[in-house]
């Protein structure tokens, strides 16, 4: 039997958490003075792949678009799916990009990766632009059967297909699980709620040896690396950046501040006087509960 190739597309984001997100005057995101990491879904993604190393020893490829930093998502991506290669597609032609720009870069260096790949994955879609635009349209791109939300997914390395559930709202119906087959290869969006089950000790056993086995090459992740720039990917120059970006941005606002609705109260707990205070709201919101 043929062994699972996979890719991982992942992205660069804003890390919200951290608080200090910065705007140029035109309301865009100023990203050279806004902390950025491994955006969420693409780590999400990051974990189906790995479930395939897991189940069936399959090699992993991820790749990213951005700038010479965003070599830290790839490195984050490969402390989680272990992955075997690592791409980064940088250069200042592929800026301004809107999402079909994006995927022919994506599918372009996909394309160049050793091997003919079995699955993509990419997230649900990103934090800091919302669309969900770029998975399908690269999927379109590859000529893969694409297929979303999907919760898990299992492949028949002899039959070369795949059976994927996914997670539908159907008729207004919310949380519909559709299951679907396909055969290889397929592009796979992975919904957020996705979660990796390993149940049997041998891949218990395989679980705890690959994770191992990616702190190692994360640790030194440039071994892995390679970064191409637009003539070393050989992407059609027309197709990719702002001019083969169709999108066009009237206007862009920024969001306000919401207004804080809560008050906190800080409570020393080695202070007798202060635990009375609690215990005292605690009483009170227990006795305007109505126990059914």
Request: glycine share 8%; proline share 4%; aromatic share 8%.
């Amino acid at each position: 039997m043929e062994p699972l190739n996979l890719a991982v597309i992942v992205k660069l984001e804003p890390d919200f958490s951290e608080g200090n997100v910065s705007y140029k005057p035109d309301g865009t995101l100023n990203r050279n003075e806004t902390k950025s990491t491994l955006g969420p879904h693409s780590g999400i993604a990051a974990k189906a792949a790995f479930y395939a190393k897991v189940r069936y020893g399959a090699k992993i490829s991820v790749c990213s678009m951005g700038p010479p930093w965003a070599d830290i998502a790839l490195q984050q991506a490969q402390q989680t799916c272990d992955a075997d290669v690592l791409h980064l597609y940088s250069d200042r032609i592929f800026a301004g990009a809107d999402t079909l720009a994006t995927a022919e870069t994506l599918k372009t260096g996909i394309e160049k990766m050793e091997g003919k790949m079995d699955i993509v994955f990419s997230g649900h879609r990103a934090s800091d632009g919302e669309t969900g635009q770029t998975g399908p349209q690269t999927a379109w791109k590859l000529g893969f059967t694409f297929i979303g939300n999907v919760i898990s997914y299992d492949v028949n390395l002899e039959k070369r297909t795949v059976v994927a559930k996914c997670l539908l709202t159907l008729n207004g119906v919310p949380n519909v699980i559709e299951e679907i087959e396909a055969p290889l290869p397929v592009f796979l969006t992975i919904d957020p709620s996705y979660k990796s089950n390993f149940t049997t000790v041998s891949q218990r056993i395989a679980f705890e040896k690959y994770q191992k086995e990616a702190y190692e090459r994360a640790r030194n992740f440039k071994q892995s690396l390679k970064v191409f720039n637009i003539d070393e990917l050989g992407v059609d120059k027309t197709l990719v950046g702002l001019a083969g970006s169709p999108t066009i941005v009237y206007q862009v606002e920024r969001i306000p501040k919401g207004k804080a609705t809560r008050q906190a109260e800080v409570f020393d707990g080695s202070n007798s006087e202060h635990i009375r205070k609690v215990v005292a709201k605690m009483r009170e919101a227990l006795s305007a509960m109505v126990i059914k």
